[in-house]
């Protein structure tokens, strides 16, 4: 079978198999996902196809096939799920947390990258600027506005009364992170 003709058989049984296969698995999308997944193997047979003289059979064995092996999967999962009992409960997070991620959100969308980068995913600067097209002078003075709008953000006022900022978090006074 040449490119064109198989082109044109995939054209032809197309709808016609995906219809068979959606009453077979009892949905549309998986069935279009395997009969698509049964044609890609094909394509690398298209020319012993002519041999075959079925070659819609073949395509629709397969995506029958692929439909069982993908329900074999999900039941398994299925059942390691139910046998894997749930965890007692996830504590949310806590206040430094979330005090951090609402000063976060305040920052500029390229500061707040930078700053989340280096300082919690631990990037260096050096790679930073190779992954985001920006000179390293550009990253670091990012990093440094950065973390004076976080300090800005995250220091307490004494008459706010708010909850306050916890270890390692910046202080107004002395300027630095401690």
Same mark, same amino acid.
């Given at each position: 079978?040449? @490119?064109?003709?198989?082109?044109?058989?995939? %054209?032809? #049984?197309?709808?016609?198999? #995906?219809?068979?296969?959606? =009453?077979?698995?009892?949905?549309?999308?998986?069935? +279009?996902?395997?009969? +698509?997944?049964?044609? &890609?193997?094909?394509?690398?047979?298209?020319?012993?196809?002519?041999?075959?003289? =079925?070659?819609?059979?073949?395509?629709? #064995?397969?995506?029958?096939?692929? %439909?069982?092996?993908?329900?074999?999967?999900?039941?398994?999962?299925?059942?390691?799920?139910?046998?894997?009992?749930?965890?007692?409960?996830?504590?949310?997070?806590?206040?430094?947390?979330?005090?951090?991620?609402? !000063?976060?959100?305040?920052? $500029?969308?390229? +500061?707040?990258?930078?700053?989340?980068?280096?300082?919690?995913?631990?990037?260096? &600067? @050096?790679?930073?600027?190779?992954?985001?097209?920006?000179?390293?002078?550009?990253?670091?003075?990012?990093?440094?506005?950065?973390? !004076? %709008?976080?300090?800005?953000?995250?220091?307490?006022?004494? %008459?706010?009364?708010?909850?306050?900022?916890? $270890?390692?978090?910046?202080?107004?006074?002395?300027?630095?992170?401690?």
């Amino acid at each position: 079978m040449t @490119e064109d003709e198989f082109d044109a058989f995939y %054209a032809a #049984t197309f709808p016609r198999l #995906t219809g068979q296969l959606a =009453a077979f698995t009892g949905d549309r999308e998986e069935a +279009q996902d395997v009969v +698509q997944e049964a044609f &890609v193997r094909a394509w690398d047979r298209r020319r012993d196809f002519l041999a075959d003289e =079925a070659p819609e059979a073949w395509i629709r #064995t397969v995506a029958m096939r692929l %439909a069982v092996s993908r329900w074999r999967r999900a039941r398994r999962w299925l059942e390691l799920v139910r046998r894997t009992p749930p965890p007692d409960s996830t504590p949310g997070p806590g206040p430094d947390h979330t005090a951090l991620v609402a !000063a976060l959100r305040q920052l $500029p969308k390229a +500061q707040r990258m930078v700053i989340v980068l280096h300082h919690l995913c631990d990037v260096s &600067v @050096e790679r930073i600027a190779s992954e985001t097209g920006a000179p390293v002078g550009t990253v670091k003075a990012r990093l440094y506005r950065g973390r !004076a %709008a976080l300090a800005k953000h995250l220091v307490l006022d004494e %008459a706010d009364g708010g909850p306050g900022p916890g $270890p390692g978090s910046v202080r107004k006074e002395s300027g630095r992170v401690g």
